[in-house]
């Protein structure tokens, strides 16, 4: 018998479907990209003080379950490297 995985924290965009915080518009890539840039949970909640310790937490719970679609959101969002700034060295 297999049970259904419910979250209580994580929600869906309306048009694009991208998995967020409930009753915010930051999205699981934000954390998830938050936390590859080094930064804890604590951290995370410190830089995003609108969010709870628990929500963060459910956001890498729900990115360790979906992997896939997370990074797929991450890489739509991405900037290209050739409309990056970068400075020119002298």
Avoid at 20 to 34: A, E, P
Avoid at 52 to 59: I, K, P, R, S
Wanted: hydrophobic share 30%.
């Amino acid at each position: 018998m297999e049970t259904t995985v419910a979250y209580r924290y994580i929600t869906r965009k309306e048009k694009s479907g991208e998995p967020i915080i409930k009753g915010t518009r930051t999205s699981v890539r934000v954390i998830v990209q938050n936390w590859r840039l080094g930064m804890t949970p604590e951290e995370i909640v410190r830089g995003l003080p609108h969010l709870t310790l628990a929500q963060v937490f459910e956001a890498m719970s729900y990115y360790y379950d979906n992997q896939a679609e997370v990074d797929d959101y991450i890489e739509q969002n991405r900037i290209p490297e050739e409309l990056l700034y970068r400075p020119k060295s002298k």
